[in-house]
């Protein structure tokens, strides 16, 4: 069983910056998919940031220039930096990690606890 465990949020003003971390453990395919989505208060979640396991990025428009998506692949550690950070960035952050098959298809998607980032004005 894999698991997800999410650490970094916190409380920070507008323009400040912070870093998120999802450690994975477990058996893990070694084609994969990990990203970060994004639920605002009241509201769906939306995917903000993903990185393939071969190191592609794609990332949401809103947050382009901003967010910084990474990855540990020894450590399978996906890492989320947010810099200028504005208070509509304010929400419950999950990691997620969807196996893919060799078609890239997901099969398995598996989902942290989520953590807290709050943005004051």
């Known amino acids: 069983q894999v698991q997800l465990v999410e650490s970094g949020g916190g409380l920070v003003q507008t323009g400040g910056s912070l870093r998120l971390s999802c450690a994975a453990s477990?058996?893990?395919?070694?084609?994969?998919?990990m990203a970060w989505y994004h639920q605002a208060p009241g509201k769906q979640h939306e995917l903000v940031a993903s990185?393939?396991?071969?190191?592609?990025?794609n990332y949401i428009d809103s947050v382009k220039g901003r967010f910084t998506v990474s990855r540990d692949k020894t450590e399978n550690t996906v890492y989320l930096q947010m810099n200028s950070l504005k208070p509509e960035d304010t929400g419950v952050y999950y990691c997620?990690?969807?196996?893919?098959?060799?078609?890239?298809?997901?099969?398995?998607?598996?989902w942290g606890q989520g953590t807290q980032v709050t943005v004051s004005s």
């Open positions: 997620n990690l969807d196996e893919l098959s060799v078609w890239s298809i997901p099969v398995h998607r598996y």
């Open positions: 990185i393939t396991s071969g190191g592609n990025t």
């Open positions: 477990g058996a893990i395919g070694s084609r994969n998919r």
